[in-house]
């Protein structure tokens, strides 16, 4: 069973970005574990079976689901990891 570990910033309420991910990967991969975890400030690091495939005190980026779901894949086939994709960060401009 592949393991999937979410720390996320609690101070900065991430934990909703951590809960959508779940039900995205729980609706593609219902068989997987998924926990989430408060941690460091700024904090959203997604370890798949212990392997760290995502952190956005690295990248200032949330990852794509689609790209951890791709990820879970290949742990299940014992295939190595791969750096996720990042989701694109949406621009804010005051007019």
């Not at 997604?46 to 690295?58: A, G, P, Y």
Request: aromatic share 6%; with cysteine.
């Amino acid at each position: 069973m592949v393991k999937v570990d979410v720390e996320y910033c609690g101070k900065c309420n991430f934990e909703w970005q951590c809960k959508m991910l779940q039900n995205f990967l729980l609706q593609q991969k219902p068989d997987m574990e998924m926990v989430c975890h408060k941690g460091r400030q700024g904090s959203f690091e997604v370890k798949i079976n212990d392997e760290l495939v995502h952190s956005k005190l690295q990248s200032l980026a949330f990852p794509d689901h689609q790209s951890v779901l791709e990820n879970i894949k290949r742990a299940e086939q014992g295939q190595p990891m791969v750096k996720t994709k990042e989701q694109p960060i949406e621009n804010c401009a005051i007019m």
